[in-house]
């Protein structure tokens, strides 16, 4: 497979293999569900919980994890990053340990990067990653729609570990269908990515909405309500969002007024001089590429996470939350 864009793929490789879904949660219900859908056959594996309940009540056979990798030839490791490692130590490792091949699959790049997984010799090691979240894999999958999703190889025993990557993308609604893609990616580059919305625009979006509620409450009279609306509760930004996905982030210029466009490129211009943007977001790309973030995270949950929990306890109490909660009882959002 030489393409570095896949559109569509066969899931024929697939069809005499059991494959276990690690995990019901946001991405591996949908994973799950849309499998099925293709023919194939999908068991669950879950710790006795909600999920699990869940698992069944969608009809699917639910095993304990261990039970679900012995009985499996493909795993899809779809718990959460920070306790991926640890399941696959306790339950997945010695059952598989005597098969001759054994394809484990990832949905991030995250813990094979940084080595928290080190995997057995006598895997195909893949990254299947949607750059969709779980309730849109099975709303699109409904609507006869795909999404994008990144591929990855990191170890490839059968020498098919790329077409196992392409038939799962299919298999899970990806491609095959309008607005599907998968690229042919790596576990680091899909790493970076990801950090890298997390650490730089996603918290720096947030943080304009704080300064901006902040100056405009307190210093320019400006009611609590329409600065949140305005911001985010309208949903106006979802549809400005949707318009830069579907028509491109300058095509999406067209609707908004002349007046608008005029202010957002000459202040876009202005910020993009500003060096300390720059700086900010080439410092989040080393604490990334160099492991820095992932040595921080780890040993902040060795002890405990304070500083998540306090980060979140005094957010959660900022001046723009609590006027966010006020609004949000009145539109019975909450
Ligand atoms: P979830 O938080 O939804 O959890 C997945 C499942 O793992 C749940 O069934 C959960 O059980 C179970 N689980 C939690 N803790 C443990 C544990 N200690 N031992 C065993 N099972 C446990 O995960 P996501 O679906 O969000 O993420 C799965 C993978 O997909 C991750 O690698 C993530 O990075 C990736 N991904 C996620 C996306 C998303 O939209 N969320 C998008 C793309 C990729 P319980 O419900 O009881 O907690």
Redesign the pocket.
Known sequence: MSERIILDYSIDILKDKVISVV??????RAQAIVMRNHGLNVIVG??R???WERAVKDGFNVYD?DEAAEKADIAL?????E??P??YRKYIVDKVLHKDHFILG???G?NISYGFIKPLENMDVILV??????AGIIELHKMGRGYPVLLGVAQDVSGKAWEYAAALSKAIGAIGKPGGIAIKSSFEEETMVDLMTEHTWMPLLIASFIIYFELLTKEYGVNPETAILELYASGELAETAKAMAEMGLFEQFKLHSRTSQYGQLTRLDKLLKNSFLWEFFKEEAEDISTGRFAKEWSLEQKIGSPIYRALLNRFKRSPIAEAEDKLYKVLERR
Request: proline letters at 6%.
């Open positions: 995990g019901y949660g946001n991405q591996g879950n710790i919980d909600e999920a994890i490791l779809l718990v959460p990053d306790v991926a640890e399941v990832f949905a991030s995250y990653a949607p750059r969709m979240i779980g």
